[in-house]
Every structure is written in C-alpha cells, then in structure tokens.
C-alpha cells in the first residue's frame, strides 16, 4: 500500500506543478508586471518541459532501470522549484518551469512504467485507478493549500511548498521502491535505439487511436485549467480561496469517477467505460460552450458543465493508459514517454487559446475546452470502427 501511495504521488507532479499554482495567478502577473498571456506561458512552460523530459526519461528508464533515472529526476525537481520562486521576471519564471517540468516528468512517465512492469490488461486499467485514487487527491488538495498559502505569504511561496513535496517524494523513492526491470529486459543502444522505440510504438495503429483520443481529452482539462482562474477569480468575482474549493469539487468528482472505473473495469470491459467516458467530456464541452455562446450565464451553469468535463476522465484516462500500453509491452518505458509527450503537448498547444480574448474570458475557455473534447470521441469512435472493419 505504501508503495502505491509512493507511485500516485510521483503520478501527481502534473497536478501539483499547476494546481497549486492556479490560485496565484493574477498575483503573479501583478507581481511580476506582466501579462495575462504571459503568466499563461508559465503553465504551458511545465507542460513543455513534462513533454520534453518524459521524451528522455521513458527511453533512459528502459535501458538503465527505473530507479536511477527517477531520484536523477526527481533531484532536478527540487532544484527547479526552489529557482522558480526566486526567479525576477516573467521570462525567467518560463525558462525554469520549463526544468521544473522536466524534472517531474521523471516520476509521471517511470511510475507508470513500474506499474505496467508489475501487471497488465484489466489489472493493470484496476491499478491506474488506484494511482488516481492518489494521484487525486493532488488536484482536491493542491489549490486549497495554493490558496491558503496566499491567506500568509506571496506567490513565490507556493514554489518553496512544491520543492518540499518533491524532497518526500524523494526520500520516499529511495527507501521504497525497489528496481522493476531487470538487466535481461532492459534496452540499449543510445540516441538510435530511443529513435527506434519511439518509431515502432507511433507506428502502431491501436496506440495512436488510444493515445489521440487520451491527448485531446487531457487537452481539454488543461484548458480548464489555464482558463478558469481568469474566468472565476476576475470575471466572476472569486477570491483565490473560493476558486480553490471549486476547483477542489471537481477535482474530487475526478477522484470519484476514477475510484467507479476500478470497480467497474473487472465487469466492463475498460474500452466500452473509455467511450462512456468521452461520450461525457464532449457533452460536458457542448454544455460549456452553450454557455459561453449565451455570454449573461452566471458562475453555476459554467461550474457545472466543466465539473462534467473534468470528472468524465476519470474514465477516460485510466482506461486509456492501460489500453494504449497494453499494446507495446515489450517497450512500457517508451510507450508511456509518448503517450505523457502527447498529453502534455496537446495541452501546451490547447492552453493559450483559453486566454485569446481576454474581454470574453469565458467564450475562450468555452471553445478550448469544447473543441478538444469533441474531437476526442471522433478519434475515439474512428478508432472503434477501424477495428470492427478490420475484424
């Protein structure tokens, strides 16, 4: 169970490198006398840097071992989050939330890895959800205390409270988690042979499907997130500590759906709860944007539709991951780095568009949510019928 524990809070680097920051955000741009937009860029910064760093430590982990790569990274995490609290200028905080992302990235793409060394199929769909039974907990957790941090301290605070959670993790990863793959399965051969484990993985036709409709999914939460600090806090009204508890709710209906989806993935097989979980972000998405198309909709109707957006993937994303690693077994480190690069640059690229019309804050959080989401259930059903022509 405390090894479990340990992998759901590597798997929450993600959640905590924003989460926490969300309520500090027109803080950080009247601090740092910059711009919407530009604060924005901080959060795409981590979503590159997680990208980029899960390109180097997927491969790394299956050629040296998961547990060397992991304190490397985890290390650089702590590192990075202290600069980025001392950083002087919007420009600089991008650079080193690039590191900071990329050092966290580490712990996203190795815990799935072990998971995936230790199980497969329906045990390891059950297994994922157990990890966002954890991992949940950060998206509820993270932004109260980012709030309560801002009740005593600036922003640069909520930095200091993030490298603290890195050193547990850290400590925790030392004593705890044991190597998973032994030298008779790793890989190696360098820079070709990552080359080559990427290609082979992105070639096959089922995971691309799993992975696209998991991407674009993810896409859409990630522009709930950008968005919604803008639209609740200056739109709305809310002070950091009530957005904090919205955005709490829906990260407990994440939790929630995720803990339905490991009861029912042993009865249902986890590619028909895949699509029940897409068929709800589109409606969820359609909903928002009905919403940001009337323009007089007060907080409620807005709250209401994203919290069906965000609670649907704890649906969506466990079953995917388990089904798209599934697929290449044979390369769990390298199928899990793409599948976390894709996440995370779907949701680098979706970001910014929440932010593009700053007089309608919601229209643009409409349309970035509402589009990825739809597109997710097209690829997820082009998929499904790819399949049954093909049987």
Known sequence: MATFALLGGLTAFGPVSHDMYLPALPQVAHGLRTSEAMVQATLTASLVGLALGQV??????DALGRRRPLLCGLGAYIAAAALCGLA?????????????????????????????????????????????????LAPVLAPVIGGQVLRVADWRFVFAVQALFGAVLLVGSWRLLEETLPPSARRRGGLTETLTAFSVV?????????????????????????????VFEQGFGFSPQGFSLLFATNAAGLTAASQLNGLLVGRVPPARLLTAGLVATAGGGLGLALVGVDGHAGPLPAAAALFVVVSSLGFVLPNATALALATRPDRAGAAAALLGVTQYLAGATVAPLAGLDP?????????????????????????????????
């Open 56 to 61: 180097l430590a997927g491969p790394v982990s």
């Open 88 to 136: 002087p200028s919007a420009p600089v905080l991008v650079g080193v939330r690039v590191l900071q992302g990329a050092g966290g990235a580490a712990g996203v793409v190795i815990a799935r890895a072990i998971v995936r060394d230790r199980s497969s199929g329906a045990a390891a769909a059950r297994s994922f959800s157990f990890l966002m039974l954890v991992s949940g």
């Open 359 to 391: 007089g309608h804050p919601l229209r643009s959080l409409a349309v970035a949510v509402a589009v990825p989401a739809v597109a997710a259930l097209v690829v997820r059903l082009a998929l499904a019928r790819e399949r049954r022509v093909a049987a």
């Open 202 to 230: 992105a070639h096959d036709p089922g995971f691309a499907g799993y992975v696209g409709s998991c991407a674009l999914a993810f896409a859409a939460m990630f522009a709930y997130i950008a968005g919604a600090p803008f």
